[in-house]
């Protein structure tokens, strides 16, 4: 992004008399507000929309199909719907901070986008604290939502509210345990730094670097589902005894805001999942050489495709566990932070300390080994699906009515 600042202020003759910090903030912002409108919002509808078509198949159903071919358009349809409702503000609620929060939820959730990586140079802001800004910024998440449930003087959104701030504030201890664990081999705060520590190929991932790398990976992601408030851990919102939780006494579009923010937050949980063990927006050299030969903008290109499919193959993940797995009691949720993961994340960042001493260079046979395994344990899941999907079809022509 300084690159590019750099060029316009050479080829622009209204920003050269301009201060430097200053032509990179208008830079940033200027693309900022590109990738709120062509990215953030488009995926956070698009992603809607699957979201509610997998969980209907999940369910033996069809899903949104009125809208548009296959119900594609159904979220654009329910942002206009939500746009043209009343909104309404409870004459018991502090009018100030009930209009505030689902604003303040939604920025802390987007200011983190501006530190991801979509490829070697499409970064609105490469920090060399990347990975601790995002850890800061999200954090407004947890003020936007407990102000919520206060101001809406309502006692289940107050409980929701406080449920929420108390999984969010424990859930970051495990994330930034098995975040230390990266920051140890790659010696780098900076994301990009960290993409660039990990090679091209599935073996030279952080994942499959040592078992403590490999653990560290699902702890990050189990805490990143709690403070996503991701089922199984969706107890600030748990319809079935909040109503919906610190959003009860929203209405019209602000209501729509909090739910914008989580599925927005898909892709911020997986592009960092991706980003820290999955080897980033890396392609392999003879692909960049082929494509440099071909075009400059190519190189580019299979950089976010590559990190684009890997990113939506978590969200699937994430969408799957949702509509697969129940919702835990508050006691088994803090119960798992604290007796687990967080004793877990202590554990993993020390070994990885001890692996780092005793093995400089890594140990390709575990690299391998580990690699190896995990590509026996997907091709075992996936055999256990094509088997059930034939039984059931077998079944039903044996039997139509079951």
């Given amino acids: ?16 008399g301009l201060p430097h910090e200053l032509t990179y903030l208008l830079v940033e912002i200027v693309f900022g507000s590109l990738m709120l409108m062509l990215f953030v919002a488009p ?75 979509f490829t070697s140079r499409v970064i609105i802001a490469d920090l060399n604290v990347g990975i601790f800004y995002i850890i800061a910024v999200t954090s407004l998440v947890v003020i936007g939502i407990l102000m919520s449930g206060w101001a809406s003087n309502n006692k289940f959104s107050l409980l929701g509210g406080m449920r929420s701030a108390a999984q969010i504030i424990s859930y970051e201890i495990p994330a930034g345990l098995a975040i230390l664990v990266v920051v140890l081999m790659s010696g780098s705060l900076s994301l990009q730094e960290i993409i660039k520590a990990q090679g091209a190929h ?4 952080f994942i499959f670097d040592n078992p403590f790398s490999f653990c560290s990976f ?13 089922t199984p851990f969706d107890i600030p919102e748990a319809e079935s005894e909040l109503v919906s939780g610190y959003s009860t006494e929203y209405s019209g579009m602000r209501f729509v805001f909090f739910y914008f923010e989580e ?30 030969g071909v075009h400059f903008v190519l ?33 088994q949720l803090m119960a798992m932070c604290w007796q687990y993961l967080i004793p877990l994340g202590f554990v993993m960042v020390l070994g990885t300390a001890t692996w780092i001493v005793l093995f ?20 075992y899941f996936f055999y256990r699906v094509v088997f059930h999907l034939r039984y059931t079809k077998a079944e039903l022509q044996f039997n139509p009515f079951v």
């Avoid at 590019?4 to 003759?13: E, S």
């Avoid at 599935?202 to 991932?205: C, D, I, K």
């Avoid at 495709?305 to 994430?318: E, G, Y």
Wanted: proline share 6%; hydrophobic share 55%; with cysteine.
């Fill in 202 to 205: 599935p073996w030279n991932w």
């Fill in 1 to 16: 992004m300084q690159q590019l600042a750099d060029k316009l202020i050479q080829h622009c003759a209204l920003l050269q």
């Fill in 360 to 379: 400089p260079q890594g140990v390709p046979l575990v690299r391998y080994v580990l690699f190896s395994g995990t590509l026996g344990l997907f091709g």
């Fill in 299 to 331: 190189p580019h290109i299979l950089e976010f495709a590559t990190f684009f499919i890997k990113a939506m193959s978590l969200v699937f993940v994430i969408i799957w566990i949702r509509w697969t797995l129940p919702r835990l009691r508050v006691d």
């Fill in 43 to 117: 995926f956070a509808g698009i992603i809607s929309w699957v979201e509610r078509r997998v969980a209907a198949r999940m369910m033996d159903r069809i899903g949104p199909n009125r809208v548009g071919p296959q119900g594609f358009l159904q979220w654009l349809a329910d942002g206009v719907k939500s746009l043209l409702k009343e909104d309404i503000v409870p004459s018991s609620a502090d009018s100030f901070l009930f209009r505030l929060a689902p604003y303040l939820v939604f920025a802390g959730m987007f200011m983190a986008f501006v530190s991801i990586p």
């Fill in 218 to 230: 699902f702890i990050l992601f189990i805490s990143s589902l709690a403070e996503g408030n991701r």
């Fill in 263 to 292: 599925w927005a937050n898909l892709y911020l949980i997986a592009a960092v999942g991706v980003t820290l063990f999955f080897g980033g927006w890396q392609i392999p050299p003879s692909v960049r050489e082929w494509a440099v």
